[in-house]
């Protein structure tokens, strides 16, 4: 299996512009998670889906965010608008019902809102 | 809330044992994680203790769980520069279904 797929690896903007990052979760896993991840914050988690539902979404920092999961299979953050304050890694993890908690994460996507 | 608390950095020589603490709060955890980062990947899962154990050993890595203090170690015997990395303590939220609770992770800076 190759993992989790995220896409793009590194994403440089200005601000005020339409952001969106990718997830594949890995096939067969019924949860995805968007986690943000900062020196000053750590990891902080955003929203998380099963059988792509979103179940909480307390995390998401204002209406400026938003996600998506119209199948199994694909996953969408968008951030409309950005700011600099957005600027992070976003990383996308998922995992399947029944396996102890074991998250799989992809490799982040980089965020630059200059 | 939940919250889980480690160190932020740790520095050892090479052929050391590090041992990296947490602290967590939510006793209904069932499991406990330890993840690591290696620089620019994503976090990969390093082993994980059931609630109801005291120990686990996992060749180079022993981790130690006091559930009345709420005090989980992880022990990496005889360190390497490949063990650079952070390394983040996890508690799962609200039983074995939840959402992770990830502290901010430890900084483990291997010196040769």
């Known amino acids: 299996d190759a993992g989790v797929i995220q896409s793009p690896r590194h994403e440089v903007t200005e601000m005020g512009q339409e952001v969106t990052l990718r997830c594949k979760p890995i096939s067969g896993h019924d949860y995805l998670f968007w986690y943000r991840q900062t020196m000053m914050r750590g990891l902080e988690l955003l929203i998380y889906f099963n059988n792509n539902v979103p179940i909480d979404d307390s995390g998401m920092p204002e209406d400026r965010f938003s996600a998506k999961m119209p199948n199994a299979s694909f996953s969408t953050l968008k951030i409309q608008p950005s700011e600099p304050r957005d600027s992070a890694v976003y990383f996308c993890?998922?995992?399947?019902?029944?396996?102890?908690?074991?998250?799989?994460f992809g490799s982040g996507t980089q965020l630059s809102v200059l | 809330g939940e919250d889980v608390e480690q160190s932020l950095f740790l520095s050892v020589r090479e052929g050391d044992s590090s041992v990296i603490n947490c602290t967590y709060t939510?006793?209904?955890?069932?499991?406990l994680y330890w993840y690591k980062q290696e620089p620019g990947a994503g976090l990969q899962l390093l082993t994980y203790?059931?609630?109801?154990?005291d120990m686990k050993q996992d060749q180079r890595l022993t981790v130690l769980l006091n559930k009345k203090d709420k005090h989980l170690s992880l022990r990496i015997a005889d360190t390497q520069t490949g063990d650079s990395a952070i390394y983040f303590c996890?508690?799962?939220?609200?039983?074995?279904?939840?959402?992770?609770?990830f502290g901010k992770g430890t900084k483990l800076s291997v010196k040769p």
């Open positions: 996890a508690e799962s939220q609200g039983g074995s279904q939840g959402n992770l609770i």
């Open positions: 993890a998922s995992k399947y019902w029944g396996s102890n908690e074991k998250l799989f």
């Open positions: 203790i059931f609630s109801n154990m």
């Open positions: 939510d006793s209904s955890s069932t499991y």
